[in-house]
């Protein structure tokens, strides 16, 4: 008599909308934009807040349930990443006070906590699901990098195998983070080596000038793996940018009377000109020579084709439209006409497709940049119209910064295959939170430090918004001379630089979306960023995926351990451990 065969086991179902992760994911994304505001209004800038979103969900979780999962975990990273990104929406309000306190345009609004939330969570929310159909393109079938993303990936990676296997890359990923929090720290903190030994490095390839305009190498190990993880090209074409930008421009400008004295904050409101039209036309023309994959992107999300793990495509249109009717009331509430909010958002989609191409190319997020171009646009619509100016462009930043943010979650959803429709749900939850979260912080933070000037929170972001919009309600005759020129030149090279792409001539053709971001963000990251790109090509690369993952968890590590330490600096400076510049 035979025995009946026994069936093997169900596989257990795996782990990743679970509730557990979900209320972890809440309290994260409040902690993270509680803490994000500072980092940035300080700091002026904001570090890949994702990796640490990644490490707090496994404190909170993987050392608690010996079964939490890396997909638990990529939901946690998921919210923490979209509360960041609403958390850097802070300097819109930082830019609404400084031209309040400009007593000569007679600017008097402020928003309150309500309508704070109310407009970053409808346009927000909006930023999101205008993404969704993204994925397909910027993700799966172009393959942009998104290092943020990768570098949260890994660190996903390397905290599920808990000491097993991948022994290199784990302990890659722990020198780099621990080096980097170190520089970090000793950069910060003024007491230790005092404020002028880290900036040494900065004025040795350019000499005085390359030091005023903060060319040189800067002490980030964040910017140098970020290089490691963004290709050669991109690298040196960013390189050739800062060159442009921050060796080249300033003496001619300021021989020819276009600035009366070489401060980096007067070069950049010129070069911003040429750097933001390279980066539109080139994204857009992008684009277009690719639009049979837009369509295809369009048509597998509308019919029938669309997979279990697939974010609807039906309730994408349905939000999209939901959340619209949502910003055109709050922002009407706030005194912005109808269809100037209707233009603005329309006006948003293509600078919206244009940083997801920059950020993924380049891992540095265009917000600033494409919002500065909206503050144009309207300066023509709306000329002499402070609050319109200032309204369109914060649309176009939320939705810019939202979109970003899911992007880069959909790059580490790919590495390990977790479903699109779980990380869009997430992100869709976590944005309200963000919002409310600021609405509560920021008045704080601005009644405690203060906002602008030499002392307390000088948010540079914010004084470029405010200052863009002071300069353009005296219309635009008030624009640096030569700079609409220069912007009609770059707008050409961007163009003829995309087509070559597409060519055989690619290899030699510099990239306009790095030029551009290159001519925009401070030389010494640049120069720190190239640095990485040439330690990359030098890696040994003769052990095949071993050594690529070894080198990839070296640049996350150098990302992760300064994105650390930048979210626990507010926290020391409270309790009077740091002290900063």
């Not at 790059?411 to 600021?438: D, F």
């Not at 470029?464 to 353009?472: D, P, Q, V």
């Amino acid at each position: 008599m035979h025995a009946t065969p026994q069936a093997a086991p169900a596989a257990a179902p795996r782990k990743e909308f679970t509730v557990r992760a979900v209320l972890a994911s809440l309290v994260i994304a409040a902690v993270i934009a509680a803490s994000y505001p500072y980092i940035v209004l300080k700091l002026g800038f904001g570090p890949n807040i994702s990796v640490v979103a990644a490490f707090l969900g496994f404190l909170s979780l993987g050392l608690v349930f010996r079964d939490f999962s890396r997909w638990e975990n990529n939901i946690i990273q998921a919210a923490g990443t979209a509360a960041g990104q609403t958390a850097f929406l802070c300097v819109i309000m930082a830019a609404f006070d400084m031209l309040r306190m400009d007593t000569t345009l007679g600017f008097t609004f402020q928003l309150t906590p309500m309508q704070t939330f109310l407009w970053l969570s409808s346009a927000g929310l909006l930023g999101v699901l205008l993404s969704v159909p993204m994925r397909r393109h910027f993700v799966v079938e172009e393959k942009l990098p998104y290092p943020d993303g990768i570098a949260a990936g890994e660190t996903i990676l390397v905290l599920d195998e808990r000491g097993k296997g991948s022994k290199d890359a784990t302990r890659a990923m722990g020198f780099g983070s621990i080096a980097s929090a170190i520089i970090m720290w000793l950069r910060e903190d003024t007491r230790l080596l005092g404020a002028v030994w880290y900036r040494i490095p900065e004025m040795l390839p350019f000499g005085a000038l390359g030091s005023k305009m903060g060319m040189g190498v800067s002490w980030s190990l964040l910017s140098l793996g970020a290089g490691m993880l963004v290709g050669f090209r991109v690298n040196a074409a960013m390189l050739a940018g800062a060159i442009i930008s921050w060796v080249l421009a300033p003496p001619i400008l300021m021989q020819y009377g276009i600035i009366d004295e070489l401060v980096r904050r007067k070069v950049l409101l010129w070069v911003m000109w040429p750097a933001t039209g390279m980066l539109v036309s080139g994204g857009l023309t992008a684009l277009v020579l690719k639009w049979h994959l837009l369509v295809k992107t369009f048509k597998n999300l509308s019919g029938v084709e669309i997979g279990d793990g697939e974010f609807p495509m039906r309730w994408v249109w349905i939000g999209s439209l939901v959340c619209s009717g949502l910003v055109v009331w709050v922002q009407y509430t706030l005194g912005m006409p109808v269809w100037l909010t209707l233009a603005a958002i329309v006006l948003s989609l293509p600078l919206m497709l244009v940083g997801l191409r920059v950020f993924g190319e380049t891992n540095w997020g265009p917000i600033s940049a494409l919002s500065n171009m909206m503050q144009a646009v309207f300066g023509v619509i709306a000329p002499g119209h402070v609050m319109a100016n200032m309204v369109a462009s914060g649309v176009t930043g939320t939705i810019a910064s939202e979109s970003e943010g899911l992007m880069q979650v959909y790059r580490t959803g790919e590495m390990m295959n977790s479903k699109p429709r779980y990380l869009t749900y997430i992100q869709l939850i976590a944005v309200p939170i963000g919002a409310a979260t600021v609405a509560i912080v920021y008045p704080l933070l601005r009644d405690t430090y203060g906002i602008g000037g030499d002392t307390g929170l000088s948010s540079p972001i914010s004084q470029k918004w405010a200052g863009f919009a002071t300069l353009l309600s005296k219309g635009l005759s008030a624009l640096p001379a030569g700079s609409l020129p220069a912007l009609g030149i770059a707008v050409v090279l961007g163009i003829l630089f995309t087509v070559l792409e597409g060519t055989k001539w690619k290899k030699w053709t510099p990239s306009p979306t790095g030029i551009g971001i290159g001519m925009l963000v401070p030389g010494s990251a640049i120069v720190t960023m190239f640095l990485g790109a040439v330690l990359a090509s030098a890696w040994p690369g003769g052990k095949g995926e071993g050594e690529s993952r070894t080198k990839t968890a070296l640049a996350s590590g150098f990302i992760a351990g300064e994105a650390i330490i930048a979210v626990i600096v507010p926290i020391l400076v409270t309790i009077g451990i740091l002290h900063l510049k």
